[in-house]
Structure formats: C-alpha cells, structure tokens
C-alpha cells in the first residue's frame, strides 16, 4: 500500500509543480512581454529553459520544505497522506487563483497545505523553521524587492539623464533578455526544489531514504525540473495581463530594474538564507517599486490591494483545503 501511495504523492507533487510553472510563468516574463522586449512565445521558451537549468543549482530550498513538519511517528501511511493532502490543498489553491488571474504564491499555498494537513493529522509542525524561514522572508522580501527597486531605479534615472531617452530605451529593451533570463533562473532554482523538498519527505516517511540522508536522488530534481519547465511553456498569460500591465505600465529600464532587482532577492534568498521565498511576492513588489519612482499615483494601487489580499488569504486558504482533503482521504482509507 505505501509504494501506491508514494507513487501517487509523486506524480501529484509533478502535476504541482506542472501548476506552479504555468502558475508563475509570468513572473519572469510578463515585464519583458509587456515592454515587446520578447514575444511571448519566445519569453516561454526563454523562462521554461532557465527554469530547468535552476533547479540543478541548489538543495538548500528544498531540505526547508522538508523539515517544516515531522510524520515519522504517525506511520508511513497516514504520513504520506498529510503529504498527498498538502499538495492537493495547494493544487487547488493555485487554480483558484490562476482562474481569477491572481499572482498568488505557490510556495505559501505548499507551505500552507503542509501545515494544515499537519494540523488536522495531529502531527509536528515545525514554527520555528516556519517563522525563521517562510513568515520571516515573506514579509521582508517584498518589502526590499520594493525598495531596492526603487532605489535601482533611481540610479538609472540619474545615470542615463542626459542620453537620448529612445537610445536608452532601445538598449535597456536589449538588456532585458538578460534580466529576464536571470529571473528564470531564480524561479527554478526557488520553485522547483519546493516539489523536490516533498518527494523527499515522502521517500523519506516511506522508508526509501534515511532520515540521515543529505542529497536529493538525481531522478527526484530531473523530474521536478521537467515538470515545472514544462509547466511554464504551457503559458500563463491570464496572470501576465496582471502583472505586465495592471498594476502600471512599465517600459523597458522600469522593467529591467524590476527584474534584476527580483533575481538577486531569489538569489540570495535561496543560497544565503535557505528560505522559500515567493517568487511572486518578490518580482510584484519590485514591479510596484520600479514603477514608484515616477510617481506613487502611477501605480494602481487598487490592484495591487488585490494582489495583497490574495497572499494573506494564500495560508489559510490552502491549509483548510488541505485539512479538509486529509480528513476525506483518511476515512476513505480507513486509516486510524
């Protein structure tokens, strides 16, 4: 019964990360579609290839997602059970979401799952990796997103005063391919191993792994690269149209500020803090921060209130799915 179960809580933690690609494919691409820098067929491909190459640049994100709950004392089954209910919580999420074109958080909408699912099993959730490496860097990446944004933009502003306002355009529009690129790349590297982090503790709980083991089987991250590489060709354009052109208008040095500003946040993150942050959360506030230094009246605002609401609702909205799809799947499983 657990290696069905394991096999299952796989290929739903892919079909999880297959959403979460076409999800947040226009995180990396909607401002360099937005400004023309790429078309959006081009900007797919460009993202779905960065995204692979990341997610064989790291495991430090992925053993955070494993160690936010503990099932080893509940027995391999019912812990496999919280893990298939924390995806399909955050699966469920993703899609509502992605329907009403909200950039909501796939991170937080996994990490939310994983909780309530633990919640409603009665197993340990883990606060302090909760508070120290997701509520602690899900309020501060935004917030130097945003600033740091600004501040970038600023400095290009000053920089190129006196250029030719076309020439500077044309060029930053170039230059784009390359903050874009790297965009993709922080995705993959961030994302990507938020599902290798699950089949862990799945193989794990199972008994396939030690609990002493350090390093990610190879299948466990090739597979989880192709799921969301895959995921972020299929497209994303409903979120896109969001966060290209409704919370304000970019052009093409607003747009590569943004993005540069957004890849190293994902970078250091991920390397320095081990931290799963949103990906999301991150490019949307620097998006806001770029577009703030013309005026703060140019951003809409209303949207991004919109946007806002859709992360905080993002936890409880996911781990109460989650709950709820534990206790269906334990009683139709007769687990105790």
């Not at 917030?143 to 933009?153: E, K, R, T």
């Not at 994902?266 to 942050?277: D, E, F, G, R, S």
Request: no cysteine; glycine share 8%.
């Amino acid at each position: 019964m657990d290696l069905a179960i394991v096999i299952a809580v796989v290929v739903v933690a892919l079909v999880f990360d297959y959403t979460n690609g076409f999800h947040d494919a226009a995180n990396a691409i909607a401002t360099a579609v937005s400004t023309r820098a790429l078309t959006p067929r081009i900007a797919l491909t460009l993202a779905a290839v960065m995204n692979f190459v990341g997610a064989f640049l790291g495991q430090k994100v992925a053993h955070t997602v494993s160690d936010v709950i503990d099932v080893s004392a509940m027995g391999s089954s019912a812990g496999l059970v919280v893990v298939m209910a924390a995806l399909l919580g955050a699966i469920s999420w993703n899609l509502i979401t992605w329907y009403f074109g909200l950039p909501s958080s796939s991170s937080h909408a996994l990490i939310g799952g994983l909780v309530g699912a633990a919640l409603a099993a009665g197993a340990i959730v883990h606060w302090v990796t909760i508070l120290d490496k997701v509520v602690i860097p899900m309020v501060l990446s935004p917030v130097v997103g945003f600033g740091l944004a600004f501040l970038v933009m600023l400095a290009i502003m000053w920089i190129f005063r006196r250029r030719n306002p076309h020439r500077v355009s044309r060029g930053f529009r170039l230059a784009q391919t390359v903050s874009a690129a790297a965009l993709a790349l922080g995705h993959g590297l961030q994302d990507a191993q938020k599902t290798m982090g699950v089949i862990f503790l799945s193989l794990i709980t199972a008994g396939y792994l030690p609990e002493t083991e350090t390093d990610l089987p190879v299948w466990v991250i090739a597979a989880a690269a192709a799921a969301i590489s895959l995921g972020t060709y299929s497209g994303g354009f409903r979120i896109m149209r969001t966060l290209g052109r409704r919370i304000i208008h970019l052009d093409p040095p607003h747009a590569f500020a943004a993005e540069s500003v957004g890849a190293t946040v994902l970078y250091a993150t991920a390397y320095l803090w081990q931290a799963p942050v949103s990906t999301t959360h991150v490019i949307t506030s620097a998006v806001m921060g770029s577009g703030a230094t013309r005026r703060l009246s140019a951003v809409r605002w209303g949207v991004a209130q919109n946007i806002v609401a859709a992360w905080v609702l993002t936890f409880p909205a996911a781990g109460l799915v989650a709950a709820v799809v534990f206790w269906v799947l334990r009683y139709v499983l007769q687990l105790p």
